[in-house]
Each structure stands twice: as structure tokens, then as C-alpha cells.
């Protein structure tokens, strides 16, 4: 203690003399002001109301545009745009009072009128908004002045401010709304400075940021986008990028778990990896057919190989971290004996012949790969077919439904509701379940609203529309002295708000 003391006093005494005689001091460096993001794929777009890739809200949404309300690390709805609403006793009125002084970053103010041209645009005849289907809902929408909005609904829907907090919901501004896709104008603490296509996309903290109690630190973030797995661990290591929110490579992340240069957390997501079958096509549209294809598959061995042991089975559309969840992972449990009588019955003793079309992503080719195994000893001949995501799976599977099997990670929170789409891409019809989603979603009791979510998670377990595999974990690396980056992910998102260098 007292060696420390003296060590303390002669530098005190140094510093002053160095002073006194008019030799400069350094000054301690200050912390840096920008961030390198690394991402494995490169969004298409940069307009989350138009297209629903979720690499496009991981790089806009909370950084250039806001919505009405959004959704936090936790899960938890908050206000943004709106600062506050009420909802009337028959739950069909919502009336929100808006900020006021929010501004676009083409300088254009944020009101009622802006609001009501967002949500309009939304649901209008000629809408590509991804999650159209929400704001049909909506019976009209009011503005009796700047900052009041009001929407009258058809019926009461208990997950509205939920759905007005995704990304498909921010607020646009009209005189930009057709530019946003390469040039987004939002109201967000970020704005937009340059997309370098095939490489990477910067952002400038905004100086007329409307709330300036969560103004950021950040003066300038970068997001580079890598595919290669080997190429993001090199780039994280070499200090190319300072962090990797979501981590491709669960053998690599092992790795980084012990270099004490990084953080490497392994947090929760709403990452539900699902094999959709098309049963617009045979042999799919027999119920025994898909069961058999699900009872072939052991989960757990599949996360094993595919993803390290990261991930939970999932038995229905809904991962553990969403309230009312239902462990359903027993309803079609792995048996491949049984697998094999139920295909005989269907009439395919011997089996057949299907594609799947895997998209790039590392847990969709790897996990194809897999499944190729398990197919392969009830007799089932998969046949894989790599799919450029998300401009080719989009054309062909989201859109033109030209595909036998498909695997992909659905990452929206709550998102069961998809399968009451009348002409979504696993072409599943059950009008039991169509009643099911529309109950729990007109439901202003929460309880009722978790007890009916419950049961259409057990009629898709039976029904089995997908295969229903693991959910993802969110594999987050990034330099240790960064703070500020979200640990789990229940929406993609890589809000930079809080993030900020360590002193």
C-alpha cells in the first residue's frame, strides 16, 4: 500500500512540475466515437416497410427510422413516436398523442398527417409492406390535429402496439417514401451517408435528433457485411470489425469464448428454424406424409451437428421465451420406425424423391445437410437446392410457392399468426386455426389471448404445415471494452442508441 502511495505522490509531483516549467502534459485519449458492425448478409434494401428480409431492420430499424412504439431488449413494448395512447372500453379506439419537434432528416417535421400517410401506405390496395395483413385491421384513422391520431379498428386487437413496434411499422416521410429502399430518410438518432454495395453500409449520428435524452454516443457507425464464416472470425480478430452481433459460426464462437480480447454471449432470440412444406404439391398435402418427415428427425442431434449444441427443439411455431409458450416437442417425437409405417400407409413404401431449396445462411445449408441423413433412413431422397437469399427464395418460394420443401429462420416475435395467411408460402388451410389466431388477436384479455395462442401452437404440432426444428441463440461477439450492444434479440435489431466505448 504505502510503495502504491509513493508511486501515486511522485507522479502528482512530476505532473505538476512539468506544468510549472511549460512542458505539456498528454491528455488521456478519449474514447472512440465510431463502431464497425460485422453482419453475414447484406440486405437488399433499406426500406423495412416494403420487404421482409431481416437484415434490413438489423441495420435501419431504431438507427434511421422509429416507429409509433417499439420493442426493447426485453421484449417489452415502449413508447417512441407516440408518446402515450389509450384505448377505448369496447378496445376498437386507439388514440395516440404524438412528440412534437420530431423531425426527418430531410428536415421535414413528423406529425398526425405523416403518421396517418405511414400506416395508409401500409395497407392501400397497392401495399408490399411484408406485414400488410396487420394494419388491415385498421377501419379508418384520424388526425383532429398535429399530434393526435386516432385509428378506429374493425375489431379489437390485443397485439396492436406490438405490431406497431416492428420494423414493417416506422413512420416515412412522404416526400421520401419512394427513395427509402436505396436512400432511407427516417427520424431516428442516425441518418444515412453511403451504401457501398457488396460491402458495407455508414451511418452519421443525427444533430437534430428529436430526443435528446437518448441522443447516442456514436458519431459515426459501419456496418460491413462478411458471408464467409472464416472471414468474420479473421475480421474480428485483426480488429476489422469491433463486433459480430449475430455469429455465424457456433465451432468459431467457441473459440472466442476464452480469448479474453472479446465478449461472447449467447442470448435469447425469436429465431424459429423451420423446414415449410408445400402442400399445394404431393405428396405434402397428406398429414401422414408430413408427420413422417417430422417423426425421421431427431432435434437434438440436429442442433448438435448443425449448430453446436447452441439451440432449443421447438415442437410448434413459438419459441420458450414467448409468453403462453407449449412444449410440444413430444407430439411428433423422433421415430423412424414409426416413420416408416406411416409413409407406407400413404402409399410410399419405398419412399420419394423432394427438393429443398436452402438459402445460403450457415444453419440452412448445414441443417439441409442433415436432414438429408435423417430422410435418407426412411427412405426419402432430399435433394438440395442452394437459394439465394433473399432475392431468389423471395421470387421463388415466399412469392411464387415453387418448392417442395424449404428451410428457414422466421424471426419475428409472436409471428404464429402466419399460417391464418391465406396465401402464405406453406399453402396450410385450417379454418379451426384461422379461428384460433382471430380470437387470440381480436382478445384484449391477455390470459384468453395466451390460452388460444396455446392451442394453435397444439394444432400446428399435429397438423405439422412445417418442421418444426430448434430455435437459434443469438451469438454475439464484439470487443470487450464495447458497451451497449443487445444481449438477446426478441426482433433483429442492432440498436445503437446505448452503444458506446468504455473509457
Known sequence: MRQHLRTALVSACF???????????????????????????????????????????????????????????????????????????DGRTVTFRLVEGAIFHNGAAFDSATAKFS????????????????????????????ATLVLQLKAPSGNLLTWLGWPASVMVEPGSAETNR?????????????????????????????????????????????????AQAAAMRAGDVDAFPEFGTPELFAAFETDGRFAAVAGNTELKVVAGLNERRKPF????????????IDRQALVDAAWGGYGTPIGSHY????????????????????????????GYPDGFTMTIRSP??????????????????????????????????????LKGHDFDMTIVAHAEPMDIGIYARPDYYFGYRNPEFDALIAQAEASVDEARRLSLYGEAQARLAQDLPALYLFVMPKLGLWDKRLDGLWHDEPIPSNDLTDVRWRE
Not at 52 to 74: C, H, K, M, Y
Not at 375 to 396: N, R
Open 15 to 89: 505532473a505538476l512540475a512539468t506544468m510549472a516549467a511549460g512542458v505539456p502534459v498528454p491528455a488521456a485519449a478519449a474514447p472512440r466515437d465510431d463502431v464497425t458492425i460485422g453482419m453475414g448478409i447484406e440486405p437488399a434494401g433499406l426500406d423495412p416497410t416494403i420487404a421482409a428480409p431481416a437484415a434490413i431492420g438489423q441495420v435501419v430499424w431504431q438507427n434511421v427510422f422509429e416507429g409509433l412504439t417499439r420493442i426493447d431488449e426485453s421484449g417489452a413494448v415502449r413508447p417512441q413516436l407516440a408518446r402515450e395512447w389509450t384505448v377505448s372500453p
Open 119 to 146: 400506416l395508409d401506405r401500409a395497407r392501400g390496395e397497392a401495399s408490399t409492406n411484408p406485414q400488410k395483413q396487420f394494419f388491415t385491421g385498421i377501419e379508418s384513422i384520424e388526425t383532429p390535429d398535429p
Open 182 to 230: 436505396a436512400q432511407p430518410v427516417g427520424t431516428g438518432p442516425f441518418r444515412f451517408a453511403e451504401w457501398r454495395q457488396g460491402d458495407r453500409v455508414r451511418l452519421v449520428r443525427s444533430e437534430t435528433y428529436w430526443d435528446k435524452s437518448a441522443a447516442p454516443v456514436l458519431a459515426s457507425a459501419t456496418f460491413r457485411f462478411i458471408t464467409d464464416p472464416q
Open 285 to 296: 398435402d397428406d398429414p401422414r406424409v408430413r408427420r413422417a418427415l417430422m417423426m425421421a
Open 319 to 346: 419459441t420458450p421465451n414467448g409468453p403462453g409458450f407449449r412444449d410440444l416437442t413430444g407430439v411428433a417425437p423422433y421415430d423412424p420406425d414409426a416413420a416408416k409405417t406411416l409413409l407406407a400407409e400413404a
Open 360 to 397: 445460403q445462411m450457415a444453419y440452412a445449408t448445414r441443417s439441409a445437410e442433415i436432414l438429408q441423413g435423417f430422410l435418407a433412413e426412411i427412405g426419402v431422397t432430399l435433394i438440395i437446392v442452394p437459394t439465394e437469399f433473399p432475392a431468389v427464395w423471395v421470387d421463388q418460394v
